[in-house]
């Protein structure tokens, strides 16, 4: 008898994401290992630099998020069948651990990105929401996420309400 090869180990449990109004032929669930083959990065690329990672430098990093007692959730939007589709679409959620607020967890939204032939079909929105849904779930008092000036106005629609001013300080990498 042949083994039957072991399913996709999700980022998170996918019971933590609510039922999502998708257009049909579209799945959202939490990142696998494997997606980074159904071009995962390759949607982050929409948003900056990301390298030239490979595959072992990509799992140590799954496996280092995915390990790491309820900080990280990748979502990913997926265009066809489940395990034949294409990433399209893709959110995180980081959770910060606090001393303030009865020791209380903050959701950082990051690295929303959908590919530009995938925009229009409200799919941002629904990575947003799924997203928030989870921080709720995992006990969340706020959601908060940084955006351009430019997109001010589809987190609104998500939602969300200017409440601040982001500031930044970037380190170059050293060599060595």
């Given at each position: 008898?042949?083994?039957?090869?072991?399913p996709?180990?999700?980022?998170f449990?996918?019971?933590?994401?609510s039922?999502?109004?998708?257009?049909?032929?579209?799945?959202?669930?939490p990142?696998?290992?494997s997606d980074?083959t159904l071009?995962?990065?390759?949607?982050?690329?929409i948003?900056?630099?990301?390298?030239?990672i490979?595959?072992?430098?990509?799992?140590?990093?799954?496996?280092?998020m995915?390990?790491?007692?309820?900080?990280?959730?990748i979502?990913?939007?997926?265009?066809?069948e489940?395990?034949?589709?294409?990433?399209?679409?893709?959110?995180?959620l980081?959770?910060?651990r606090?001393?303030?607020h009865n020791l209380g967890?903050?959701?950082?939204?990051?690295?929303?990105a959908?590919?530009?032939?995938?925009q229009?079909?409200?799919?941002?929105l629904?990575i947003?929401?799924?997203?928030?849904?989870?921080?709720?779930?995992?006990?969340c008092?706020k959601?908060?996420?940084d955006?351009?000036?430019?997109n001010?106005?589809f987190?609104?629609?998500?939602?969300?309400?200017?409440?601040?001013?982001?500031m930044?300080?970037?380190?170059?990498k050293?060599e060595?």
């Amino acid at each position: 008898m042949a083994a039957h090869p072991q399913p996709p180990t999700p980022l998170f449990s996918p019971t933590l994401l609510s039922p999502t109004l998708l257009p049909p032929n579209y799945t959202i669930r939490p990142l696998h290992a494997s997606d980074l083959t159904l071009g995962f990065l390759d949607v982050l690329r929409i948003l900056t630099t990301v390298g030239d990672i490979n595959a072992a430098e990509f799992n140590a990093r799954f496996e280092e998020m995915r390990s790491s007692n309820g900080a990280y959730y990748i979502v990913v939007v997926l265009d066809g069948e489940e395990g034949v589709g294409r990433v399209v679409g893709t959110g995180a959620l980081v959770v910060e651990r606090k001393f303030i607020h009865n020791l209380g967890l903050v959701g950082h939204i990051e690295d929303i990105a959908v590919l530009p032939s995938q925009q229009g079909k409200k799919l941002g929105l629904r990575i947003i929401q799924a997203l928030d849904g989870i921080a709720e779930r995992v006990g969340c008092y706020k959601s908060i996420l940084d955006c351009s000036e430019a997109n001010e106005g589809f987190y609104v629609k998500c939602g969300f309400k200017r409440a601040g001013l982001e500031m930044a300080h970037y380190y170059e990498k050293k060599e060595g």
